[in-house]
Structures are given as structure tokens and as C-alpha cells.
């Protein structure tokens, strides 16, 4: 019966990466666990296994996503260093999803933890919007509180035209930092 169970796991995560490659947006684990009829937490468990076996999945605010494979175009990544209030970040991330790029992360230097580095993974409005929903309904406090406003993103488009665009926009609306 144990041999079964570790079947069915395996098989399930067959499942749950095959779901995460082929879907173009990401996905909750509880949306993974009602398809599988597993809990939420086996979902955890079962994405740790994958990611353990160096399957390239994400874990974002939106949910899980799969990167894509090397073989894919290659993408063009900028750092950038960023400076606003709080209620200035829902334009900054407009502005540069605006212009086709993606925001993987940010980072910050914190005095105490050193760098510090969280998921952002959006791509859209739509996203933005979600996530900046999550800080408000989770009264989560955004990186950038812990350090005055400074921080860093790393940002992702399919050229660097996109990313001289985003960031010179970002330098019109006085929140490059260069």
C-alpha cells in the first residue's frame, strides 16, 4: 500500500508540472489541490519535491508558475534601483508592465538581514492589480517600507528596447534611481 501511495505521488506530480508547463497564467495551490483532490499542503510538499528535482517553478503571489525551458527565446533581464512612497507603487508597476515588461522581484539592503528578496512575477495590469490587493487585504507591508522607499527590481522583457522604454519612464515619473 505504501509502494501506492508513492504512485499515486508521483503521478501527481507528473499531473502538477505538466499543469504549471502548458497553463499561460499561474496557478493557486488550492486550484492544484481541488483538481487533484489533495490539500493544499500536499501541493506544497509535492512542488518542494519538484523543485528539489530542479524543476524551474516559481512560487509567486499570484501562485505557482513554471519558467520557461532554455530553449525558449531568450529573454533580456535589467536591475534597476527604484525610489517611492508606498502609494506610488501601484504606478510604478504600471508603468513598466505598461511597457511589455515583467517585474520578477524585489530586493532590498536591509541594515539588520542584508538582502532581502522577494517574488513579484507580474507581467499585466490585471496582475498588478492583484497583487496589490494581497498587501491590502493582508495589511503586508511592501520592502521598499523597510528602507525609506530605495529598492531594487530585476526586470524582464523579450528586448532591451522594452526595458530602455520602461526605464525612461520610470525616470520621467521621478522613480529611476540612477
Known amino acids: 500500500m505504501n509502494q501506492d501511495k508513492k504512485v499515486l505521488g508521483a503521478e501527481r506530480r507528473e499531473l502538477l508540472l505538466h499543469w504549471l508547463q502548458t497553463e499561460n497564467k499561474p496557478l493557486t495551490g488550492g486550484e492544484l489541490a481541488s483538481r487533484t483532490n489533495v490539500s493544499r499542503q500536499v501541493i506544497v510538499q509535492d512542488i518542494s519535491l519538484l523543485k528539489a528535482k530542479n524543476e524551474?517553478?516559481?512560487?509567486?503571489?499570484q501562485g505557482y508558475v513554471f519558467l520557461?525551458?532554455?530553449?525558449e527565446k531568450k529573454k533580456q533581464?535589467?536591475?534597476?534601483?527604484?525610489?517611492?512612497?508606498?502609494?506610488?507603487?501601484?504606478?510604478?508597476?504600471?508603468?513598466?508592465?505598461?511597457?511589455?515588461?515583467?517585474?520578477?522581484?524585489?530586493?532590498?539592503?536591509h541594515p539588520v538581514y542584508g538582502d532581502l528578496t522577494a517574488s513579484v512575477m507580474v507581467s499585466t495590469r490585471t496582475?498588478?492589480?492583484?497583487?496589490?490587493?494581497?498587501?491590502?487585504?493582508?495589511?503586508?507591508?511592501?520592502?521598499?517600507?523597510?528602507?525609506?522607499?530605495?529598492?531594487?527590481h530585476t526586470l524582464e522583457a523579450d528586448s532591451e528596447e522594452k526595458l530602455n522604454a520602461a526605464c525612461s519612464a520610470l525616470k520621467k515619473a521621478g522613480m529611476l534611481l540612477e
Open 68 to 71: 520557461r525551458s532554455p530553449g
Open 127 to 152: 496582475e498588478v492589480d492583484d497583487f496589490i490587493q494581497k498587501i491590502q487585504e493582508t495589511k503586508a507591508a511592501y520592502l521598499s517600507q523597510l528602507t525609506d522607499g530605495t529598492h531594487l
Open 77 to 109: 533581464e535589467r536591475i534597476i534601483v527604484s525610489f517611492h512612497t508606498p502609494e506610488q507603487t501601484k504606478e510604478e508597476l504600471y508603468i513598466i508592465v505598461d511597457h511589455g515588461v515583467t517585474i520578477k522581484d524585489v530586493k532590498i539592503e
Open 56 to 61: 524551474p517553478i516559481l512560487a509567486t503571489s
